[in-house]
Structure formats: C-alpha cells, structure tokens
C-alpha cells in the first residue's frame, strides 16, 4: 500500500482506527492540500471513506477536486475559527456523523482555535499539526491576526486533555489523539514525542555569546541566529 504521509502517520492512523470498537468509515481532512501528497486521509478515501476534503489554497483546491473520487465532498475555503466558514458550519452542511471516525487538521496556523471550536462533533481520532521548533515546556497558542505561527505541542496536549482526548503517539510535526472512552493507552509529551528533527536549543557560553545546538537552519529556510 502507497504510504502518502510525511511522517507515516498513515500507520499510526490505521493501527487507532483497529482499535475502535466500531467504525462508521467518515473522515474530514482540513488542509488537504492536493488530496496525495503528504496526504493523513489519502489511504482512506481509497479505502472507499466517505470524506469531507477543505483547502482554501486556490491551486490546491482545484489539484484536489481533480484527484478526489466523486463521492469525496470538497470544499475550496479557509477554515475559521467562528462563522460561515467555521469547522462547525462547513459540516453542518454534509451527512457527516457527530462522532466520525478521524479529523486531521493541517493548515500551518490557526489549527488549535480550529480544533477549539468544534463542540458539536466528536471525532473517534484526531490527528493535528503543532509547531515543531517550539520546546516541549513551551505554552503558546497561535495568535489572533494574519500571522502563521502555529501552535506548541503542548498547549495542543492540554485542549485535548480538556476534550477528552488522549494522545497516543507523535510524529515529527503531528500529534494523534483518540477520544478518552475508547481506549485506556495514553502517552505523555515527552514518551511520544522523540523525532525533534526541527528543534534548535540555544544556549550561552559563560563569555556571554549565543550558542546553537540542534537544527541551525529552521524548517522554512531561514538561518538561526547564533550559530
């Protein structure tokens, strides 16, 4: 089988959908980009999933009604947190179950307050992208405005602790979870989380200079200052 992930989360997804009691074969991708590449519901929507596929990225989107089968339902828009094109009112508007079996969120941004504010949906698995250079103790949430920090893996931990959700492993850049009353397993941010191949640790010498440990040149091709 084509694995079409980053960071095989494709696996880690199959071996939590085998776990669940049951199985009502729904899944919603928010920034799914052209549907293949480096896609977490790609294998499934082969599988013959019902899906919810959204990316607002005009040349994305059309990418992806192209490659998506016709019972496949894309949606061409940026997801908010709150309104019209709010998570909530996007399926409201589909026969998409309230418990559906996985919602897998990768939009580089506002991915927590997205996550947040979905209350009438209950996702059986829940896979979501954080921001991989910021430390494990790190508390931040990506801030309202036009601006594409993402957010801390642990701050993504603790909004799903509060939903009842429980994190089962982490890869590179996702975190994936499963709702509390379907499985007893839970690992914690520092058992799961062992690839930090984009953490960079600055520290300073006792001549006071900056000093870089780790990754010196960040994800998106800019150098760390210090190095």
Known sequence: M????QWGEQQIIAAMLDKLPSRNNWCVDVGAGDGVELSNTRALVDAGY???LIEGDTERYESLAKNSPPS?????????????SSLEAILAQTAT??????LSIDIDS??????ESLVSYSPKV????FNP???????????DGDVRYGSSLKVINTLACAKGYRLQAVTATNANFMRGDLTDNEQTIEQAWTNKCFMTWMFYDYEGKPRVMGRVVSPWG???VGG
């Open 222 to 224: 800019c150098e760390v």
């Open 72 to 84: 496949a339902i894309v949606v061409g828009e940026f997801i908010t947190p709150q309104g019209v």
């Open 110 to 115: 506002h991915d927590y307050q997205v996550w």
């Open 133 to 143: 250079t910021m430390g494990v103790d790190l508390n931040f949430i990506q801030p």
């Open 97 to 102: 179950p309230h418990d559906f079996d996985l």
């Open 50 to 52: 019902h899906a919810v």
């Open 2 to 5: 084509t694995d079409y992930s």
């Open 126 to 129: 829940v896979i979501i992208e």
